[in-house]
């Protein structure tokens, strides 16, 4: 069965500064997914950005990075240059096969001016 | 945004009643996919419909049922309501089948449900 960890309930950082939120899966499966997504207080779910398993580039969108470590199982995501706006819940899941996403429990960041 | 649209926003009925949640996938999308986000369980899959057939099922109760319509839009059926069933319910959409192996998932803005 697929897992992912996130061990970060909540994250504190300044205002521009870069900021990694941690992210651990666990699959047996070679051909899988990562996403990351956004959830604001305002409760929609934003994509961010997306890795396939089989991509050999680490993932990018703008302010957002993937950092793809697969032998670790690990799928951190960076932000840089953080905003204000950047406050809000970040999540993390796997998708494979059956075509559901496995979600962590999710990271609350805190971006403080 | 998503292009995903969910309606109603939000919804507040008492136990044992029941509620239809609407979802209009993003135009060209035929995939429609519901989940719940509750505070004990986390976001959790409940179904998935390709072109008005279901293709996957998750931890859907059996009080829950959903449809998915030939012009592409779905439904999510809550019946015999329960306080436990308050919840954000997404729905999200994608062009094809393999969207975990592609990426192109959207969600919805959620149609929040209160269970009284």
């Known amino acids: 069965a697929q897992k992912i960890t996130q061990t970060q309930p909540g994250m504190f950082v300044q205002e521009k500064e870069a900021v990694t939120l941690d992210c651990t899966y666990d699959?047996?499966?070679?051909?899988?997914?990562l996403f990351w997504y956004k959830q604001p207080s305002s409760g929609e779910m934003i994509f961010l950005i997306y890795?396939?398993?089989?991509?050999?580039q680490n993932a990018t969108e703008g302010r957002y990075s993937l950092n793809f470590q697969k032998a670790r199982k690990s799928a951190n995501l960076v932000i840089s240059a953080s905003q204000l706006g950047d406050s809000a819940m970040y999540f993390c899941a796997i998708g494979q096969g059956a075509q559901k996403l496995v979600f962590g429990q999710g990271t609350r960041l805190t971006i403080n001016p | 945004d998503s292009g995903v649209t969910q309606t109603p926003k939000h919804l507040i009925t008492a136990t044992g009643q029941r509620v239809t949640l609407r979802c209009s996938p993003r135009s060209g999308d035929l995939s429609v996919y519901w989940y719940q986000q509750s505070l004990d369980q986390g976001l959790q899959f409940l179904i998935q419909y390709y072109n008005g057939e279901e293709r996957a099922k998750g931890n859907i109760l059996e009080r829950f049922s959903a449809q998915q319509f030939p012009d592409l839009h779905s439904e999510l059926n809550l019946s015999s309501l329960e306080l436990g069933d308050s919840a954000l319910y997404f729905c999200?959409?994608?062009?094809?089948?393999?969207?975990?192996?592609?990426?192109?998932?959207?969600f919805g803005e959620g149609s929040r449900l209160t269970v009284l």
């Open positions: 999200a959409s994608s062009v094809g089948i393999q969207t975990v192996l592609t990426g192109e998932l959207f």
């Open positions: 890795q396939g398993s089989y991509d050999q």
């Open positions: 699959t047996s499966d070679p051909s899988y997914g």
